[in-house]
């Protein structure tokens, strides 16, 4: 794809130009290591790296001109510097417009909420395979376009990232595009640009308010999503807001909506409901009550959370008109999704289950479908990531003793933080839960941890490993590691045999 400078400098009124703007742009990029020669290098003004200090590798890389927001003295000779108040603004505005707007292209879902984003995503991933459409994915785990699969780092990619990776799901002929939208994405509106056909919420609890600050804040940049549905606007129609009627805040995801809702739940009345669930270690089946009638699915995967989940997926599959056999079919033949409530088998007669569960009410929800299917004690081994809110510690450390036999505190991504001090902060919680049959210990090294949880475990208990799920590493002080969750396991379930 290619833009003259001056098409993109026109839609950046008040830009100052210093150099030539009769140049066609080949490439737009925030990181001069992988700009393209021939490109636009946008300087962003990061919390610790500043791009503006990259202008003459950029010119190395072969840049023909640069974003900048504020006068750089002696500029690499034969740059054209198009300086603006706020480039990171500027981004939003002319990457979507470099990629030629992909996203009106495709059908494109958002799922956004706490937790179910990922699980909810494959699910509806594995309908629209299974209705003939070739499907891209965004997300935590990793971004796909038909079978291929490309690492992330981040759930939303930065807008300029975003929409490369739409442009290019464009060109490989991709039917629908269904994205985690993050809370972050959607306050710093790197989903610029794009035009969701579809919404889906999840739930909501507390996590990210370092970030937001406030659950308030937190709220607000949830509901953008659906208040950004519009018939009116974009070129694309039939629009819908899939909401979670029985999460408190799915009414302000409701109402921040101007187009079609369909409502799921289990508790309240809506337009998909769940009935006669039965939750086993199995598997999951339940009475569907919907507008596409009464049906019944015997699912492959576990837990009421699941179940929210699967009604999810079938509502925005419903909205974007999927014959319900198709949507029947796809569910019920759906195993599960890397590090979500996924069993380790290592030939153990106890289970070993990871679990990516971070947040209060994703670690409550995996333990109470643990006390439902599990034989014997249940031994928890988690703990909470460094740098992160602080304030859901002890809330976690109190819902890991409830439900948990013994409990084992250690590290998850300590980051700059002490790991010690971080435990210290979840023990407040155990020890308010904690009842006289009941035992926890803390053991920051988490491979240790994995290993005295598999110790300590005997014929029929259950040992639930969370809050790293599908990661392969792990940060600390010192930088980030290979560790991974499941690995660690068995190599400790092959000691033990």
């Not at 804040?217 to 999503?225: D, M, S």
């Not at 979670?244 to 809506?270: C, E, F, H, R, W």
């Not at 333990?367 to 602080?390: E, H, N, S």
Request: net charge negative.
């Amino acid at each position: 794809m290619t833009k003259t400078l001056r098409e993109i400098i026109e839609l950046l009124p008040g830009a100052v130009v210093s150099g030539d703007s009769d140049i066609t742009i080949q490439d737009i990029h925030h990181d001069s290591r992988a700009l393209l020669p021939g490109g636009l290098f946008v300087c962003i003004s990061g919390a610790t790296v500043d791009g503006h200090a990259f202008l003459q590798q950029a010119k190395e890389r072969g840049a023909l001109a640069a974003l900048v927001e504020r006068e750089i003295e002696a500029p690499p000779e034969g740059l054209t510097l198009v300086r603006v108040a706020d480039t990171r603004a500027a981004a939003k505005k002319i990457a979507p417009f470099f990629f030629d707007y992909p996203a009106k292209k495709m059908r494109m879902v958002g799922i956004t909420g706490t937790n179910g984003k990922t699980t909810t995503t494959y699910l509806l991933k594995s309908i629209l395979n299974r209705a003939g459409y070739k499907v891209g994915v965004i997300g935590t785990i990793q971004n796909i376009i038909g079978e291929r699969k490309i690492p992330t780092n981040n759930s939303t990619p930065d807008v300029i990232d975003l929409q490369r990776l739409l442009a290019e799901m464009s060109e490989c002929a991709v039917d629908y595009v269904v994205m985690e939208v993050s809370s972050h994405a959607l306050e710093l509106d790197r989903v610029a640009g794009c035009e969701f056909d579809a919404a889906v919420f999840t739930n909501m609890t507390q996590d990210h308010l370092d970030f937001h600050h406030t659950f308030e804040n937190y709220l607000a940049a949830k509901q953008r999503l659906f208040s950004g549905l519009s018939e009116a606007e974009g070129n694309k129609r039939r629009k819908t807001a899939i909401v979670n009627i029985d999460d408190p805040a799915g009414a302000a995801m409701k109402a921040a909506s101007a187009v079609t809702t369909l409502s799921y739940g289990l508790k309240q009345n809506a337009d998909f409901m769940a009935l006669e669930t039965d939750v086993q270690a199995s598997g999951t089946r339940f009475v569907l009550q919907s507008p596409l009638g009464r049906e019944t699915l015997q699912l492959k995967i576990t837990g009421f959370f699941n179940v929210y989940n699967v009604l999810g997926a079938i509502a925005a599959a419903s909205a974007e008109e999927i014959p319900f056999p198709v949507i029947k079919e796809a569910l019920e033949e759906f195993v599960s999704v890397s590090g979500r409530f996924e069993l380790v088998d290592g030939g153990q007669d106890f289970s070993v289950i990871v679990d990516y569960a971070h947040t209060p009410d994703g670690l409550e929800n995996i333990l109470q479908t643990a006390k439902q299917i599990a034989k014997r004690r249940i031994i928890v081994v988690f703990g909470c990531g460094g740098d992160r809110d602080r304030t859901k510690r002890p809330i976690m450390g109190g819902i890991a003793a409830r439900y948990g036999d013994i409990v084992i505190v250690t590290s998850d991504n300590p980051r700059s933080e002490n790991p010690a001090l971080i435990l210290e902060e979840i023990e407040v919680g155990i020890k308010e839960q904690l009842s006289a049959d009941k035992v926890y210990e803390k053991i920051a090294d988490r491979r240790q941890a994995i290993g005295r949880a598999i110790e300590l475990a005997m014929a029929d208990d259950l040992v639930i490993i969370a809050g790293k799920g599908h990661e392969d590493y792990q940060i600390l002080n010192t930088g980030k590691i290979h560790f991974d969750d499941k690995e660690v396991a068995l190599e400790w379930l092959k000691v033990k045999r």
